[in-house]
């Protein structure tokens, strides 16, 4: 089963409302020629429905995913919201050319999933090419620098003895498309979830199952921003994610930062000042 798919029904779809939102207007035309959307990666299709009320009615769409649940559970989902066709294919992203995608230009959206792929470079770079020779716009949708996601992935890979070298951020995605002459709008999208910790002590070693006791959703949502079970890590990781959950909590308020970028690489994309949504 797909650890964080918890997590995932825990965060609502508007990273991609934000990514509609702060297109530019040339890139918001093109939305209304959009005859399908592919969703690699879709999870339970939360950010492919939020999607649906702002495509035309006609469009279709192609779910990709490797966990076949929740390939399931986004179909459903879709299906529930629009008459158009919906299909959905269990693949693996990492092995290319992924020969399914639809001609014509549509839109491209890959939220939240470069991380698990080892060699994102060449799925992004195989991306960038689709998206130009059909015409179609590429969403990526990725945790930055300085969401809780990045502290707390930092904090384990560090405890084991890795470096935060080579860990994936928007920010590396960024970079990548710069140097690649890729050129691109990125929308940032801040948001927060906000658990409350009064009572619970903040010596306490045990204070992270505690509050993951007091809220339902924690437990997952720190499965999600870690990309690791937290309960299954060794005693040296696991004290170091402790500290730094201890140090995100604020008068008795435990704030998990959830700051996305949301890069568009569009046929009329052109490099714009990043801008906060509220
Ligand atoms: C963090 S979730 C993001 C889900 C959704 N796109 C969203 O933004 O809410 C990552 C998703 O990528 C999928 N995934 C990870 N590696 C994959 C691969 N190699 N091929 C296909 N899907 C993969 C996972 O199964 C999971 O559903």
């Known amino acids: 089963m797909y650890p964080y798919r918890d997590g995932l029904t825990a965060l609502s779809g508007s990273p991609v409302k934000a990514a509609v939102a702060g297109l530019s207007e ?22 492919a429905a939020a999607l649906v009320p ?15 649940g929740q390939l399931v559970a986004a179909r459903s989902r879709l299906r529930s919201m629009t008459s158009q066709r919906v299909d959905g294919v269990c693949a693996d992203l990492t092995r290319l050319p992924f020969e399914r995608l639809p001609s014509g230009p549509g839109l491209i959206l890959i939220s939240h999933v470069l991380y698990y792929l080892p060699g994102w470079q060449d799925v992004l770079s195989w991306l960038v090419q689709k998206a130009r020779s059909s015409g179609s716009a590429l969403v990526v949708v990725m945790r930055s620098r300085q969401s809780a996601s990045y502290q707390l992935r930092a904090c384990i890979r560090t405890a084991q003895g890795g470096s935060e070298d080579g860990m994936l951020t928007a920010e590396s995605v960024q970079s990548w498309l710069k140097s690649h002459d890729v050129p691109y709008s990125a929308v940032a ?3 927060a979830v906000s658990y409350d910790l009064t009572g619970i002590r903040m010596d306490d ?4 199952p505690r509050a ?10 720190l499965s999600l921003l870690c990309h690791t079970d937290p309960a299954g890590l060794d005693p040296g990781p696991a004290a170091a994610l402790t500290n730094v959950i201890r140090r995100m909590v604020h008068r008795n308020r435990l704030d998990l930062l959830l700051d996305d970028l949301i890069l568009v690489v569009s046929p009329s994309s052109r490099e714009v000042p990043c801008r906060t949504l509220t």
């Open 205 to 208: 070693p045990d204070m992270v």
């Open 26 to 47: 040339t890139d918001r035309a093109l939305l209304d020629t959009v005859d399908h959307v592919v969703d690699l990666g879709c999870g339970n299709g939360a950010p």
């Open 54 to 68: 702002v495509l035309p009615t006609t469009c279709r769409w192609l779910l990709v995913e490797k966990d076949e």
């Open 212 to 221: 993951c006791d007091r809220h339902a959703s924690l437990y997952s949502m």
């Open 189 to 191: 999208s801040a948001a």
